[in-house]
């Protein structure tokens, strides 16, 4: 098995665990996007809890990859979704988070 597919059923375990349902299909190609911070220990989970952490996701991937203004909005959907994964949950994962941001943002084209 790869590496990317063992990634993916740690997502799907932690989607369960959450009791959300997903598009495997849409987690697959956002987990994609995310190349070689998938692998890395630290880099594969957000730090919900770094303001500056937050800033680099709103302006890299909020910004510049799915096309978003800069809008208070922005910062509302990431607080949205470190509230649906669990504020106390230290398994936010960075390809589940993204995932998230771009079904929040009805950008799931940007991955068809």
């Not at 956002?30 to 998938?38: D, E």
Request: aromatic share 10%; charged share 35%; net charge positive.
């Amino acid at each position: 098995m790869s590496k990317f597919q063992e990634c993916l059923e740690t997502f799907d375990k932690e989607f369960k665990k959450l009791g959300m349902k997903y598009d495997a299909a849409l987690l697959a190609k956002v987990a994609k996007a995310c190349g070689p911070a998938l692998y890395n220990k630290d880099s594969s989970k957000v730090a919900a809890t770094d303001k500056k952490e937050l800033e680099r996701i709103k302006s890299n991937f909020l910004i510049k990859k799915l096309g978003l203004k800069d809008t208070p909005k922005l910062d509302e959907g990431i607080q949205t979704v470190v509230e649906q994964i669990g504020k106390s949950n230290r398994n936010k994962y960075r390809a589940m988070f993204y995932y998230l941001l771009v079904k929040k943002f009805r950008k799931s084209a940007l991955f068809a």
